[in-house]
């Protein structure tokens, strides 16, 4: 390691997302429309598609990058390539709602739409373009671990949704 240099960078410690997408080009365009995201850099490979793309949303770091299944085994690895993930980015927000119709204009689909939720937050759901989940929450009640435990018992009693 050289000297003076940091281990790791500024700004860039803990977790990060890194986002694979079929288009991440697209799929960076989408960010900032749908959710106020700022580029901070992108690097583009001889074809055309990105290597690495970092954005920022709410302050925090995200990396993304173009599917490249020739480095990983044959195999896409875009969710949907893979039909689906099992990976939610959660975001609070000042208006869940807002978010949601934002999101939904830029092309979004709603998987869950915005409701009070029992553990205290308006909560909804969306699919992005590129497969990719985004929860919205505005905090809408302070509730106590007790309280909370008999809303979501009160909650689950209920028959689900079909």
Known sequence: MTKNVQAIPTGLAGPIPHLVAKDASAAL???VKAFGA????RMPGPDGRLMHA???LDGRMVFLADDFPEYCGGKEM????L????VTIHRYVADCDAAIERATKAGATVVMPPMDMFWGDR????????GH???FATHIKDMTPDEMLAASKACFEQPAAK
Request: net charge negative; glycine share 14%; hydrophobic share 35%.
């Open 29 to 31: 365009a989408f960010y």
């Open 123 to 130: 909560y909804g759901l969306v699919r992005d373009p590129f």
């Open 78 to 81: 875009n969710p949907n390539a």
């Open 83 to 86: 039909g689906g993930t099992g």
């Open 38 to 41: 700022q580029e901070v850099c």
């Open 133 to 135: 989940h985004w929860a």
């Open 54 to 56: 970092e954005f920022t």
